[in-house]
């Protein structure tokens, strides 16, 4: 079974300037994604972005960057020029990759509220 | 391109009563996974289905959960006899491979 544990329950930032947001998980799998969601007030689950697991590259959204190290099962989350509209519930996932396009469950953490400042 | 959608939005029921929650997929999506958020918590994986079959339910509470994706119109999760405990925001995610797309979530209430 895989788990996913998000150390901050909470955080804070200024408008504009950069935070990161910690993810670990644990796993057996070798191939799989992982992916940090944003859940603002209206409680709509958004998906921020997403990493393929075999990938070394880490993947970019505009402001948002990741931060991959598969040996250490770490999958951080940076913010850059953080804006009000950030201001959210951040939860990382991890699904396992199936074969042959099959699909699996999302494990979630229990998230971070990040609060963005004036 | 629509995304995926849920109904209804809220739902207020009684203890006892039922409660049916419907999720249609994004265009094109045949995979369709129900996860329960309770307050203050991260979201819990309940059913995997695809349609006409249930592909995993390991997170379906036993008693009074039951989902289906019928080959024609939306899945249904339906939660019988309803508790207070039940109450929760209900959200469904359509899936391409790789990954989920979420829809707005039913919030439904117990009183």
């Known amino acids: 079974a895989q788990t996913v544990t998000q150390s901050q329950p909470e955080m804070s930032v200024q408008e504009a300037e950069t935070v990161t947001l910690s993810c670990t998980y644990d796993t057996s799998e070798n191939n799989y994604y992982l992916f940090w969601y944003k859940q603002p007030p209206s409680r709509q689950m958004i998906l921020v972005i997403r990493?393929?697991?075999?990938?070394?590259q880490n993947a970019t959204e505009n402001r948002f960057s990741v931060n991959f190290q598969k040996a250490a099962k770490s999958f951080s989350l940076k913010i850059s020029d953080s804006q009000l509209g950030d201001t959210a519930m951040y939860f990382c996932a991890f699904m396992k990759h199936g074969s042959g396009g099959s699909n699996y469950k999302l494990t979630f953490g229990k998230g971070t509220l990040l609060t963005v400042n004036p | 391109n629509a995304g995926v959608m849920q109904n209804p939005r809220h739902l207020v029921r009684r203890r006892g009563q039922e409660a049916r929650l419907r999720c249609s997929p994004m265009k094109g999506h045949s995979h369709v996974y129900w996860y329960r958020q309770l307050p203050e918590e991260g979201l819990k994986f309940m059913v995997y289905l695809q349609k006409e079959n249930i592909i995993d339910e390991s997170g379906m509470p036993k008693e009074r959960f039951s989902a289906e994706f019928p080959k024609e119109g939306p899945s249904i999760l339906r939660i019988q006899q309803v508790v207070r405990g039940d109450s929760a925001a209900y959200f469904c995610?359509?899936?391409?491979?790789?990954?989920?797309?979420f829809g707005p979530g039913t919030r439904l209430t117990v009183l």
């Open positions: 995610a359509s899936s391409p491979p790789g990954t989920q797309y």
């Open positions: 990493q393929e697991a075999y990938k070394q």
